[in-house]
């Protein structure tokens, strides 16, 4: 299971008001997309999620329980900006999140436990379309195929919620349309919620089950300080997408 529940969430900076009084849930296996103009909090709201932000004022909760306070393997995260090692692999990018869960202090697995985490590792940049690339750096590798190695280096810790900001937003129409294709495969095939942060309403309409809208209702200039954004469009998309369907 892996459903967020959002209860009358604040974030306030000093005198700033950025988010107010935030109520969402979200279920198990839903794709949700967050939009609205910039500097409305979305991002806010994903890293408070994610555990980088904590609310000011009220609870998050996942699967009935407060979340951590800090990251976690239970959620991933994939930026705009290819969150990448440069200096690894494409095998030794997605092998390392394992590495250092498992052997903090060394960040290195050894014998049969880094057979096995290797194995894992090769199928999942065979999941994502890397396979062959396994020894590649990041600078060798196209905008596109960097954001396959960001999405395989998340996924394989398995986590419970996926986090999106704003990931395919650099890309080519072209590249983002395959990389739209892969997303709907890996939403239908791995047991995770995703949330997501973009900018594009096409993209919201065509991957999420569910567009929600950010919007400060009061947003004149002597306002913007004192108010903060809140949900005011939340869009269930129809006919509604099921996960393990077939991509449409």
Same mark, same amino acid.
């Given at each position: 299971?892996?459903? $967020? ?13 950025? $988010? ?7 279920? =198990?296996?839903?794709? +949700? %997309?967050?939009?609205?103009? =910039? ?16 609310? @000011? ?7 009935? &329980? ?11 995260? +994939?930026?705009?900006?290819? =969150?990448?090692?440069?200096? $690894? ?6 092998? !390392? ?14 014998? %049969? %436990? ?6 894992? &590792?090769r ?18 590798? =196209?905008?596109? *195929?960097?954001?396959?190695? %960001? ?43 995703v949330? *997501? ?6 993209e ?7 567009? !929600? ?31 393990? @369907?077939?991509?449409?």
């Amino acid at each position: 299971m892996s459903q $967020l529940k959002i209860d009358r969430v604040w974030k306030e900076y000093g005198d700033q008001i950025v $988010l107010e009084d935030v109520s969402i849930t979200i279920e =198990s296996r839903a794709f +949700v %997309a967050l939009v609205g103009p =910039s500097g409305c909090g979305k991002t806010t709201f994903l890293r408070m999620i994610l555990g980088q932000e904590k609310p @000011t004022r009220g609870t998050i909760l996942l699967d009935g &329980a407060p979340l951590p306070p800090e990251p976690g393997p239970d959620r991933g995260v +994939v930026y705009q900006k290819y =969150s990448v090692f440069p200096h $690894l692999t494409v095998l030794g990018n997605v092998l !390392v999140g394992k590495e250092l869960s498992a052997a903090p202090i060394t960040g290195r697995l050894f014998g %049969a %436990a880094r057979r096995a985490a290797v194995e894992e &590792a090769r199928a999942m940049i065979a999941d994502v379309g890397l396979a062959g690339s396994e020894d590649k750096y990041p600078a060798q590798l =196209s905008g596109g *195929m960097q954001q396959r190695l %960001a999405l395989a280096q998340a996924l394989l810790m398995r986590p419970k919620v996926l986090l999106l900001d704003e990931p395919f937003g650099a890309l080519d129409p072209g590249i983002r349309k395959e990389i739209h294709q892969l997303m709907k495969r890996l939403w239908n095939e791995t047991p995770m919620t995703v949330v *997501m942060v973009t900018h594009d309403m096409r993209e919201a309409f065509t991957l999420a089950t569910r567009v !929600v809208a950010f919007e400060r209702p009061r947003d004149r200039p002597e306002e913007k300080e004192r108010y903060g954004a809140t949900i005011t469009r939340d869009i269930e998309i129809w006919p509604p997408r099921r996960p393990g @369907t077939t991509p449409a």
